[in-house]
């Protein structure tokens, strides 16, 4: 990346800019996940926007001065092209306070550099942002403060219980933003489209019409440097107890009324709370397994444990599958396999809706072999629907078309959307408190188990499909 001199970094930012009547305060602000996913976000989203006059303050332990800042901000911003708009003078102004956000003192002093509306994000490790939501309750926060978490929001569901209520000591939940970056996804928030917009789909999706759902979401990346986080987390909390259990939520709810907040988070609650492990049988419809030493398109690969900075004596899973039931009128009987996996050959990240085979196919009509598949791809963003068909060869043998649309990577990426909703004030793409707390309890019998050894640790060679055999 082409490094920006402070007289290129004014000399980006165009035009006067109104003044800031909103801050955006970023803890952990050198960490990775501001500088590859939050600013890049924020930068297109500002680009896209010369409305949204925004002040910038990044802090951390880092002992970095505003020029630095600065330079990441824009450096950031320019990765994504995002130079126009409110994106250069937001660079421009961004200022730096090194802080250890712990102690109060030093949250008095960056929340005092912070003008107008104040929304924190916990860019943090969570075991941090606990530490800094205890010392914030310690004294007011600004009017109107909104606070956006990253995941893992807690480690189980007391912990969850206990950190929203410690939230819900400093503001009320419509402030509290729980980010699960999968909802800011377009292709994710299509679903809500393409299920309440098509008179086609939405009457054949339930236990009468649906065979089984697959949500997966595996990936041909491994540890990319974040041993740290990762080996402490492991697939099944990384992936499926946050992204995937979303995804689900949106493909199972009842159909809201209107698409906001309250609706929408609603519904996704009364979901959330009707799923649980199939059967409730963990041995039975739980598997994980780790890499061991391979090949990903020629690139060799060690295994797992012998990355740097991973403990084996942890077992940490970097693939985890669950079958889940849906246990309500609509869905009851119907099973939903979530699966994510890293440095598996393919990458494959859908979630495919596998319809019931006809009641009966007309005698003679041959070579009936595949259920109708509705298949919404997460990127590639396509959508994709299998239909059984006869001709063109043999006029009475079936085959099977493909129908396909792109859905297009949409005008923000997914931090961009969500960052979108929370300057807006608006909570529908965040997580509500006790949703996250039934994201816990959903996989938390998973967790015993998979502790207490009562479920296998697999291997599978690195640039394979994964572990051989599958939940269903
Ligand atoms: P990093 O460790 O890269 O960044 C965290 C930053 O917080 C570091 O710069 C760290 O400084 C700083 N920090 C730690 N303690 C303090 C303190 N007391 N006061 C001030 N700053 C402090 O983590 P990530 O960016 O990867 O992750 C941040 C959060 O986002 C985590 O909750 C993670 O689970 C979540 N997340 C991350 C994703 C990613 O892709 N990175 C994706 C989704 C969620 P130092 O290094 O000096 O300790």
């Keep these: ?119 924190i994000f916990f860019a943090l490790p969570p075991s941090v942002t606990l530490q800094a939501c205890r010392a914030l309750a310690g004294f007011g926060l600004p009017k109107d403060t909104q606070l956006m978490l990253e995941k893992p929001f807690g480690t189980d569901a ?10 819900l000591g400093l503001v009320p939940e419509e402030r509290i933003h729980r980010v699960d970056h999968f909802l800011g996804m377009s292709a994710v928030l299509n679903i809500i489209g393409l299920r309440f917009a098509n008179r086609v789909f939405e009457p054949l999706m339930n236990a009468e019409h649906v065979e089984r759902v697959d949500i997966v979401f595996d990936e041909n990346l491994a540890l990319e440097c974040r041993a740290g986080y990762y080996d402490s987390t492991g697939a099944l909390v990384d992936m499926v107890q946050s992204h995937l259990l979303q995804v689900l ?67 940490t899973e970097t693939l985890a599958e669950v079958m889940l039931a849906v246990d309500t009128w609509r869905w009851a009987g119907v099973p939903f396999r979530l699966r994510s996996g890293k440095a598996v050959a393919t990458n494959r990240k859908e979630a495919v809706i596998t319809f019931k085979q006809p009641a009966r196919l007309p005698g003679g009509l041959i070579g009936y072999e595949l259920a109708n598949q509705l298949r919404i791809g997460f990127g590639p963003d396509e959508l994709s629907f299998d239909i059984n068909i006869n001709g063109p060869g043999e006029p ?6 493909r129908l396909r649309a792109d859905l297009g990577p949409g005008d923000l990426p997914p ?57 269903m």
């Excluded at 007391?158 to 939230?167: H, V, Y």
């Excluded at 039934?438 to 291997?459: H, K, M, S, T, Y």
């Design 249 to 315: 939520a949106l493909l199972t709810m009842e159909a809201p009324p209107t698409i906001n907040a309250r609706e929408i988070r609603e519904r996704k609650a009364q979901v959330l709370r009707a799923t649980r492990l199939w059967n409730d049988d963990v041995p039975a419809h739980s598997r994980r397994a780790r890499y061991s030493a391979g090949s990903i398109d020629g690139r060799p690969l060690p295994g797992y444990v012998d990355e740097p900075g991973i403990d084996p004596c942890r077992g």
């Design 1 to 119: 990346m082409k490094s920006l001199t402070n007289h290129e970094l004014i000399s980006v930012a165009s035009g006067a800019a109104a003044a800031a009547d909103k801050t955006l305060l970023i803890l952990g602000a050198s960490g990775d996940l501001v500088g590859r996913l939050l600013l890049p976000g924020l930068g297109k989203l500002l680009a896209n926007d010369s409305e949204r006059p925004l002040s910038l303050v990044g802090s951390d332990t880092a002992d970095w001065d505003d020029n630095r800042w600065r330079q990441r901000v824009a450096d950031s911003f320019a990765s994504v092209g995002a130079l126009d708009g409110q994106a250069s003078a937001t660079a421009r102004d961004a200022r730096y306070l090194r802080a250890d956000v712990t102690l109060q003192e030093d949250l008095r002093r960056i929340l005092a550099a912070c003008r107008g509306q104040v929304i």
């Design 158 to 167: 007391a912990g969850a219980e206990q950190l929203n209520e410690l939230l």
């Design 396 to 401: 009475f043998t079936v085959e099977t078309a």
């Design 415 to 471: 931090y961009g959307e969500v960052l979108r909703g929370v300057l807006d004030g608006d909570p529908t793409l965040s997580v509500r408190g006790d949703t996250a707390e039934q994201c816990w309890r959903i996989v938390e019998p998973v967790l015993r188990a998979w502790r207490a050894g009562d479920v296998p640790l697999l291997e599978y060679p690195a640039g394979s499909e994964g572990p051989a055999d599958s939940l």
